[in-house]
């Protein structure tokens, strides 16, 4: 079992910038693959950026490809996505996922372990 705790969101203006944080526990924590997945309202959850367990391979969606990243600091069980250049249609709740694999995955169907999420509101 792993758990999930993210941190980091909040309120930003159009153009602005937020790193969200997730702490795993519970697992090895290089040998679990993470991904960022968000919700707006009314619409699907969607994939937004995925990384192995070592940190070596990233997948982004092609929305977010260019302005917003992600990385891993295995020495501190902890998950960030650096996120750049926000839209005020990025208003959604971000999922911290994490599946039994160590490769990366786009599709949420993979993943084993979710957080409860943390808002992130861009005003435009």
């Known amino acids: 079992q792993v758990q999930l705790v993210e941190s980091g969101g909040g309120l930003v203006q159009a153009g602005g910038s937020l790193r969200l944080s997730c702490a795993a526990s519970?697992?090895?924590?290089?040998?679990?693959?993470m991904g960022w997945f968000r919700q707006a309202p009314g619409k699907e959850r969607e994939f937004v950026a995925t990384?192995?367990?070592?940190?070596?391979?990233?997948y982004y969606s092609d929305s977010v490809e260019g302005r917003f990243t992600i990385s891993r600091d295995n020495a501190k069980n902890t998950v960030y996505l650096q996120m750049n250049s926000l839209k005020p249609d990025e208003k959604a709740g971000y999922y911290c996922?994490?599946?039994?694999?160590?490769?990366?995955?786009?599709?949420?169907?993979?993943?084993?372990?979710w957080g409860q999420g943390t808002q992130v509101t861009v005003s435009s």
């Open positions: 996922t994490g599946r039994s694999g160590k490769y990366p995955s786009r599709r949420q169907d993979q993943y084993d372990y």
């Open positions: 990384v192995s367990g070592s940190g070596g391979t990233t």
């Open positions: 519970g697992r090895t924590f290089s040998r679990t693959g």
